[in-house]
């Protein structure tokens, strides 16, 4: 068939469908990377099947080529609404539209026609607009889309960072969606500079109160990857194909967008004797032993934020040179004559301060304040066996320890300063993710409360430091010291260690609490062995002095599937315990 005779044949078949309406909808659902829900569905058009223009881009490029665009729009968006009206449930519905049809002079009539089923309410509709056309008139283009957003239409725009979707059009449209282009999420588990990319794009957007739509999500590791970087919303195969019906998620996936938050959500308390120095260290300029000053001074003109650059020779820093002891040598007599033309290993500094990757902060943080005053400020060279690998500058020391410090406060139990119940939750439920062998240990004081009665709160609080004092100590003594402990409240704790084997542990935490308890009774109560307190219904009663009860909970015989599932176990375990009115230890060694 020639050209001419399939061109004639696409645009009888292009009548009959305007004509007939012979055209269907299929509907994508576009879901929230927060939580998983629904924010609505995608509606897209398909041809008859079988036929020439079943394919939507043909189908479309074959109505602008003959002028029947507007005709096929109204025709498209009137039966996805038909459609998507029996779902009922306040979804959105995002439709594109060509800009032609804002520019054509009879848009009103798409705006009459495409609301006339639920009497002109646009509230659940989104215009997603392409340019694919090239828009002449901007302001006119402009003008009509505020009138249509003004009736409560939101906007997208699609395709952004494909080339077609510009600067030019967000600034004048002010989207409250943009839909990241496929090709910017195609592998972006693999490759870092789109990550780097759409770290800038998710910035702009928040910026701008913009929602970001990704499309094209194809496996669970760009999906993962989008909830990592903080993409608002997403669609595409791997989330559920395009369909007829405007059908739900399949609970995976929304357990999935679900986990992957929590995981992003963990919230990293470290402290500033387990963080590294390398880790905060980033890469400058470095030079070698016989660059000369002129073209230092070179370096340190073009780099305006270049304070300082470390020399290297071999691999190993030999030395360092800062910006303003460099240009304090050149003002002196003579000094730019001198020392312009020579190599630098004259004015270098030949003993910066250079410390090991693996160096905690606070040890750096130490020596770095023993320089001598006018070396204060100087940069930290790290090195990583031995060789160059970074600096640190004091700003950025001080920054990092300060974040550690008021991270650490602000989920720390502020009576004892260890980690509170958020911090317990989360490494409960990472270690119950890992499979790895576990136990958690439950601490609970027995006979608290009457011992606060008649000794005082202050007192009270004195026990909770030492209790917290003791499990700590005992478990770095015993070699657990790469182990968690937390404070849930009160006078409960909570520890965790990678280790089944825990028996030793919990009887050397009882022996050092026993004999560290009597210090907090006078000499009169130790003698008796109890004291005389109030009991819950106002009568007077024997309590004995104060115990530990330890509940232990393992991964050895079974398996939990949540911090709740361990948590009502181990109270089960822990109520066993109180029973005993000494200190002692359970196991739950049993699969009951």
Same mark, same amino acid.
């Given at each position: ?5 399939? *061109? ?33 569905? #995608?509606? @897209? ?7 020439? @223009?079943?394919?939507?881009?043909? @189908?479309?490029?074959?109505?602008? =080529? ?19 009206? =029996? ?9 594109? &539209? ?44 402009? !003008? ?7 009736? /409560?239409?939101?906007?997208? &725009?699609?395709?952004?960072? !494909?080339? $077609? ?8 449209? *002010?989207? %409250? ?13 693999? #490759? ?28 669970? #590791? ?8 903080? &993409? ?12 007829? #019906?405007?059908? !739900?998620?399949?609970?995976? &996936? ?48 073009? /780099? ?24 304090? $040598? ?11 033309? =020579? ?9 910066? %301060? ?53 991270? =650490? ?28 062998? $576990? ?50 409240? /009160? ?46 219904? /106002? ?15 393992? !991964? ?11 948590? *009502? ?22 699969? *009951?």
């Amino acid at each position: 068939m020639d050209h001419h005779k399939a *061109e004639d044949l696409s645009y009888k078949q292009l009548e009959e469908i305007i004509v007939k309406g012979n055209i269907d909808n299929v509907f994508q659902c576009i879901i929230s990377l927060k939580d998983g829900s629904v924010l609505g569905y #995608e509606a @897209l058009c398909r041809g008859p099947k079988g036929s020439i @223009l079943e394919d939507p881009k043909e @189908l479309f490029h074959m109505a602008k =080529r003959h002028g029947k665009i507007m005709a096929l729009e109204r025709m498209c968006k009137r039966k996805a609404m038909e459609k998507f009206h =029996r779902k009922g449930d306040g979804l959105k519905l995002f439709v594109n &539209i060509d800009p032609l049809c804002f520019l054509d002079s009879s848009h009103g009539e798409l705006l009459d026609d495409f609301f006339s089923l639920e009497n002109k309410d646009s509230s659940h509709v989104v215009f997603e607009i392409t340019e694919h056309t090239c828009i002449q008139d901007y302001k006119s283009f402009c !003008n009509i889309l505020h009138k249509y957003k003004k009736l /409560g239409v939101d906007i997208a &725009i699609d395709d952004v960072g !494909n080339g $077609y979707a510009g600067l030019n059009l967000l600034a004048n449209v *002010e989207p %409250l969606y943009m839909k990241i282009d496929m090709e910017l999420i195609r592998n972006i588990h693999k #490759e870092p500079f789109k990550q780097a990319l759409l770290k800038a794009i998710v910035e702009f957007a928040d910026n701008t109160n913009s929602k970001l739509i990704a499309e094209g999500i194809e496996n669970g #590791e760009e999906l993962d990857v989008l909830i990592d970087l903080g &993409i608002h919303y997403g669609q595409g195969y791997y989330i559920q194909k395009p369909s007829s #019906e405007l059908l !739900n998620i399949h609970p995976s &996936i929304k357990t999935r967008v679900l986990e992957r938050n929590l995981a992003k959500q963990d919230i990293k308390l470290t402290n500033i004797t387990n963080t590294k120095i390398g880790e905060i260290s980033k890469l400058v300029p470095h030079i070698c032993v016989d660059t000369l000053g002129k073209d230092v001074d070179l370096i340190f003109q073009k /780099g305006s934020t270049v304070q300082g650059l470390p020399v290297i020779d071999r691999d190993k820093p030999v030395g360092l040179v800062m910006k303003d002891k460099f240009y304090q $040598y050149l003002g002196k007599q003579y000094g730019y004559a001198i020392f312009m033309k =020579r190599t630098i290993e004259r004015l270098m500094d030949q003993g910066p %301060l250079v410390v090991d990757y693996d160096t905690p902060l606070d040890r750096v943080s130490e020596i770095a304040m023993m320089r001598e005053e006018e070396a204060l400020y100087d940069y930290i060279i790290v090195t990583k066996d031995s060789k160059y690998y970074g600096i640190v500058t004091v700003k950025d020391l001080l920054q990092k320890m300060t974040e550690i410090e008021l991270n =650490r406060a602000k989920y720390a139990n502020p009576l004892t300063g260890l980690p509170g119940n958020i911090m317990i939750e989360q490494r409960i439920r990472n270690v119950i993710a890992s499979k790895n062998k $576990y136990a958690v240990l439950y601490f609970d004081l027995d006979n608290f409360k009457p011992y606060n009665d008649v000794y005082g709160f202050e007192n009270g609080d004195r026990i909770i430091e030492m209790t917290a004092a003791v499990i700590g100590q005992r478990m770095k003594a015993l070699d657990f010291h790469r182990g968690f402990l937390g404070h849930i409240g /009160g006078d409960d704790f909570v520890a965790i260690v990678e280790n089944h084997q825990v028996h030793r542990l919990c009887e050397a935490i009882i022996e050092k609490f026993d004999k560290r308890i009597l210090d907090f009774y006078s000499e009169i109560d130790r003698k008796k062995g109890y004291i005389m307190a109030e009991n819950r219904h /106002g009568a007077i009663e024997k309590f004995p002095l104060m115990s530990l009860s330890i509940a232990v909970v393992t !991964n050895e015989h079974r398996d939990f599937d949540s911090v709740s599932h361990l948590a *009502e176990y181990a109270s089960r375990i822990k109520k066993k315990c109180k029973a005993c009115w000494t200190s002692n230890y359970m196991i739950g060694n049993t699969a *009951e």
